[in-house]
């Protein structure tokens, strides 16, 4: 069928986007078109006037890792002068600074530390469960329990059911990246199978732990590469759904960024529309994955690569969460993005302004006391139509 025969049946039916649809879909619908059709889906899903948002702050409790992603320009390899493990105390203290703006969660990652023991982590989250009760500990990610796994001699399922016990929250989607073997092997050869990927955020899954799919895109591969990680996402979240009743809570991508590290570096003389992706290239993406994904409630809009002003354009086509106030981040920053910084204010104002109301959420996507926005609600101008 052609892309409008496409869009036309899956609006009309309800039906399941098939992979070989969303490969026409993304190759060939015009991006107003397809921003509309996403648009509609995502008002059948989560209504067309609150855009949700979350007060967190991320901590990056140790850059030492030995993964060595070409992308990535936070990491350090161990012995490097650069390294770093943080104390406790200085976990805590940035955990007290959130509470101090309402926050609701953290969302801890690292590297892979082959200097850190099991009890290091489990004695952490013990710590910070005792001293911040309120707070949601998201740690980690699946390539971290690997590396756990491998330095405590235990299965990953061991580590997070540990995890959980001594007060993990949820696992957060981190390390995804592209779940597709050959472009997975050219940019982190290190980083494990996409299969590893997908089991222990099935095992987080069966323990109850709150998870998120994460998806960075924009190293040169194809279409079908990015359907095919699409794919794998929605295959485990039909798994899980139906076995645990606990999934992944939503789906976020962006376009890998290339300023300050190897991968940038050793590509510089390719063609300039062969690697990242610009805010067109983008907007597609999550209008797909709106589509594609009828499984997964939320996709958020990624304002820290994209900007406040792309991100409220995501919300225009397909996305329903603005994510988070990004009260600290350095490993997105460390590739050279200056997009890091929104307020909570900040974050209402884009939201209001691209006709929605903000709401306050927890990483559970419950809805929370919300303070008022600056920017006037009553004068939003009516919502986006939604009609195909």
Same mark, same amino acid.
């Given at each position: 069928m052609s892309w409008s025969e496409i869009l036309q049946s899956h609006l009309t039916s309800g039906d399941r986007l098939s992979i070989e649809d969303a490969v026409v879909l993304y190759r060939d619908a015009p991006i107003h078109e397809l921003r509309r059709?996403?648009?509609? =889906?995502?008002?059948?899903?989560?209504?067309?006037?609150? @855009?949700?948002?979350?007060?967190?702050?991320?901590?990056?409790?140790?850059? @030492?890792?030995t993964i060595n992603c070409q992308f990535c320009s936070?990491?350090?390899?161990?012995?490097?002068?650069?390294?770093?493990?943080?104390?406790?105390?200085?976990?805590?203290? =940035?955990?007290?600074?959130?509470?101090?703006i309402e926050g609701t969660r953290i969302l801890m990652?690292?590297?892979?530390?082959?200097?850190?023991?099991?009890?290091?982590?489990?004695?952490?989250?013990?710590?910070?469960?005792?001293?911040?009760?309120?707070?949601?500990l998201d740690c980690f990610s699946p390539i971290e329990i690997e590396g756990i796994a491998e330095v405590a001699n235990l299965t990953t399922l061991e580590v997070l059911s540990q995890l959980k016990n001594a007060g993990m929250h949820g696992l957060p989607g981190g390390g995804a990246e592209m779940l597709v073997e050959s472009v997975r092997t050219d940019v982190s050869p290190k980083k494990g199978s996409p299969e590893n990927w997908l089991?222990?955020?099935?095992?987080?899954?069966?323990?109850?732990?709150?998870?998120?799919?994460?998806?960075v895109f924009g190293f040169g591969e194809t279409i079908e590469n990015r359907i095919e990680h699409m794919q794998r996402v929605r295959d485990l979240q039909?798994?899980?759904?139906?076995?645990?009743?606990?999934?992944?809570?939503?789906?976020?991508?962006?376009?890998?960024?290339?300023?300050?590290?190897?991968?940038?570096?050793?590509?510089?003389? =390719?063609? =300039?529309f062969e690697l990242g992706a610009g805010p067109t290239e983008y907007l597609r993406h999550v209008a797909i994955s709106r589509l594609f994904f009828d499984n997964i409630v939320h996709i958020q809009a990624s304002w820290p690569t994209m900007g406040l002003?792309?991100?409220?354009?995501?919300?225009?086509?397909?996305?329903?969460d603005a994510g988070s106030t990004m009260m600290e981040e350095n490993v997105v920053s460390a590739s050279g993005t200056d997009k890091m910084?929104?307020?909570?204010?900040?974050?209402q104002d884009a939201i209001v302004r691209a006709g929605y109301i903000p709401r306050r959420r927890n990483s559970r996507y419950e809805l929370l006391d919300t303070p008022s926005p600056k920017t006037k609600i009553e004068n939003l101008p009516a919502p986006p139509p939604t009609q195909f």
């Open positions: 059709a996403a648009n509609q =889906r995502r008002t059948e899903m989560n209504g067309n006037r609150e @855009v949700t948002y979350l007060i967190d702050r991320n901590i990056n409790y140790t850059n @030492v890792c936070f990491y350090r390899p161990p012995g490097h002068h650069e390294t770093y493990t943080q104390t406790f105390q200085e976990i805590s203290q =940035r955990v007290s600074e959130l509470e101090n990652q690292g590297g892979v530390n082959p200097e850190l023991g099991m009890e290091y982590y489990t004695n952490l989250l013990k710590s910070l469960k005792e001293q911040h009760p309120s707070i949601d089991r222990v955020m099935k095992e987080a899954q069966s323990l109850g732990l709150i998870t998120s799919a994460t998806n039909d798994h899980s759904l139906s076995k645990y009743s606990n999934g992944f809570t939503s789906f976020i991508a962006w376009p890998v960024q290339l300023e300050n590290n190897s991968y940038g570096k050793r590509n510089r003389g =390719r063609n =300039r002003s792309i991100a409220q354009m995501a919300l225009l086509g397909g996305a329903d910084q929104a307020s909570e204010i900040e974050l």
